[in-house]
């Protein structure tokens, strides 16, 4: 069975949302498990609709 980690980060803005999950991604992307293609960010009210990072 595997696990998902969930990490909220609030921040003021889609743009700046996006970047800092691009920023986050692109660390963590040669760790053994991150699936940075799959990062979304959406907003804290309505995590409905995601937008792609």
């Given at each position: ?37 799959g990062a ?13 990072v």
């Amino acid at each position: 069975m595997r696990h998902v980690i969930h990490l909220p980060v609030a921040v003021a803005d889609l743009t700046e949302a996006l970047g800092l999950a691009y920023t986050v991604t692109r660390s963590l992307g040669s760790v053994p498990g991150v699936d940075a293609a799959g990062a979304t960010v959406s907003a804290e009210d309505d995590q409905s609709v995601q937008h792609r990072v």
